[in-house]
């Protein structure tokens, strides 16, 4: 199984959601589809769940835990969207809701995940049904009593690759709005190199000395089992993207 992750960019209006669906009909493996909110959708709902408690402070478990209700409906939406036009353009898949299956505690805004109760919870979720396309959402994920909770902002690259590492897969591509991974953001340096190939200790650093590509708790599931990670062009998918393995 292979891992595609799609972003907000990628799913943003239908043109893009259909292109996204040629590219899913490029692949012959089966596929985990992970998807982000449409477009800048959760920054809405923040400022939405905003102006609902204007004076909340952040610390607030109470209002953390109500955005986590309100921003995951973003997700819940953008992936009933993909995969109702997957099943029509003939990609037959399954959608998951990965909130039943991706266990966290209640850290409402920034929720960690409890690896092994959802590694057996999402193997029985895909024993009871078998599919060779799945689509879930990004970045949300479960408590044990049913509510919702999110990953922390952009942290839908990081549930890819949970979801490989919980699978065992055999790569996760990241499908985004650039070319690759470049030395430096190419919408800000214009001279930034597109970088073909580099370690996951190299696109790590890249990470942390601020490149804001690839959310930064991606890498060390994928470096402890060894899954190779792609970044594609989702507009240019003959492109070769970068490889960092
Ligand atoms: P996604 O749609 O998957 O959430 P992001 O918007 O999080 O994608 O990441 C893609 C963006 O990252 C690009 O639009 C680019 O401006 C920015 N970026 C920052 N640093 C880099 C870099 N070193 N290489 C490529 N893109 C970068
Ligand atoms: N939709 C979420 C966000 O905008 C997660 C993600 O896109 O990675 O932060
Ligand atoms: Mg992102």
């Given amino acids: ?50 102006m609902l408690y204007p004076d909340a402070p952040f610390e607030d478990r109470d209002y953390n835990c109500l955005y986590d209700q309100v921003v995951s409906t973003g997700e819940l939406q953008s992936t009933r969207i993909v995969s109702a036009y997957l099943n029509h353009a003939g990609l037959a898949n399954q959608w998951m809701d990965i909130t039943s299956v991706l266990r966290t505690d209640s850290t409402f805004r920034e929720a960690n ?11 029985q979720y895909l024993s009871a049904h078998p599919a060779h396309i799945y689509v879930t959402q990004g970045f949300i994920g479960g408590t044990a009593d049913g509510l919702r909770t999110t990953l922390g902002r952009e942290g839908s690259d990081y549930t ?27 919408r800000k340096v214009r001279d930034a190199r597109l970088i073909h190939e580099m370690t996951y200790a190299e696109a790590a650093q890249l990470v942390e000395q601020g490149a804001q590509i690839v959310h930064k708790k ?3 599931p994928l470096l402890e089992k060894q899954i190779p990670l792609f970044v594609k062009p989702f507009l240019r998918p003959e492109e070769q993207g970068t490889w960092i393995h």
């Fill in 218 to 220: 991606t890498f060390q």
């Fill in 113 to 123: 995940v409890d690896i092994a109760t959802s590694t057996t919870l999402l193997h």
């Fill in 1 to 50: 199984m292979k891992i595609y992750k799609f972003g907000g960019a990628s799913v943003k209006n239908a043109e893009r959601i259909r292109h996204l669906a040629d590219i899913v009909a490029q692949e012959t493996d089966d596929l985990m589809i992970v998807v982000s909110a449409m477009g800048k959708t959760t920054n809405q709902l923040e400022d939405f769940t905003q």
């Fill in 160 to 186: 890819a690759a949970l979801l490989a590492y919980m699978l065992d897969a055999d790569s996760v591509t990241l499908w985004k709005d650039v070319l690759g991974v470049y030395s430096a953001d190419p």
